[in-house]
């Protein structure tokens, strides 16, 4: 069964045609289902797990990237299919899952192109998309093996399934080729400034780095310091933090342009 999340802003009345011309070609495709509207007054994953209680089902959220991120996680290690339908031009997850947006993107749902993906996991809590956090105060070791002590930057990206550069759009023509592997059991970790356009190690005048981790613990530099890390941009982490590779996946509806 089909189970259709629509985002809280989407019952404002502007948004009213845009909602309708999903729904129709939804209906024509013959792939319809309950719908339910998320609010404020019940949890994204509470919504998720009344779902879940029906057998194998196909949640699709209908809305912004932050939602479908709060999604996933009730997802991890589930039967269930999940899938997005992007109302918003500048969705981030779209561009990655090769979707297209409002209407289009239910082709794509019909055609259950479905792809397994990991999740990251920071304090034994799972992460779906990104850490990010200030490093100046911290060091960084990893897989156990090695530290690394952060200067002259000002932002950490941990990145299990995200553009690997700080903006998360770009005009660079490399752009489409910037992002993670989700599928590796590896998590990038990108070093840098957050106000530079683009990220990789790829020649001298390049100041931000990136490198591969399975698991990696974030220490305050000074005993009783704590550093604040946002997680997945919806939730704080106080450190000390270990982040690794979580063994559970996620299945995913994906278009036929994916970057993953």
């Known amino acids: 069964m089909y189970f259709y999340i629509y985002d809280s802003f989407l019952s404002e009345k502007r948004y009213e045609k845009q909602v309708n011309e999903i729904e129709i070609r939804l209906a024509n495709l013959g792939i319809t289902g309950k719908k ?7 949890s994204i994953s509470d919504i998720i797990k009344e779902s879940l209680r029906d057998k194998n089902p196909t949640v ?8 479908f ?6 997802m991890a290690n589930q039967k269930a299919v999940l899938g997005f339908i992007p109302t918003q031009s500048n969705s981030a997850m779209a561009h990655i899952l090769g979707l297209p947006t409002n209407e289009f993107a239910c082709d794509v749902i019909s055609s259950r192109r479905i792809e397994d993906v990991s999740l990251g996991m920071i304090n034994g809590q799972h992460f779906f998309s990104s850490l990010e956090f200030n490093p100046t105060q911290t060091r960084l070791i990893c897989d156990e093996q090695y530290q690394i002590n952060p200067t002259g930057i000002n932002l950490t990206k941990v990145i299990n399934l995200d553009f690997l550069q700080f903006k998360k759009m770009s005009q660079d023509p490399d752009f489409k080729k910037t992002v993670s592997n989700p ?3 590896y998590l990038e970790v990108l070093l840098g400034n957050s106000g530079k356009d683009f990220l990789f190690i790829k020649g001298k005048d390049k100041k931000d780095s990136l490198f591969f981790v399975k698991k990696l613990r974030v220490e305050s530099k000074k005993e009783g310091d704590e550093v604040f890390i946002k997680v997945d941009q919806n939730k ?4 000390p933090a270990i982040i690794e590779v979580a063994p559970q996946v996620l299945k995913l509806i994906v278009g036929k342009d994916r970057l993953i």
């Open 183 to 185: 599928k590796d059991n």
């Open 36 to 42: 339910i509207r998320f609010s404020i007054l019940k």
């Open 60 to 67: 699709v959220i209908v809305g912004s990237d932050e939602t």
């Open 236 to 239: 704080v982490v106080k450190t």
């Open 69 to 74: 991120i709060q999604a996933a996680i009730p």
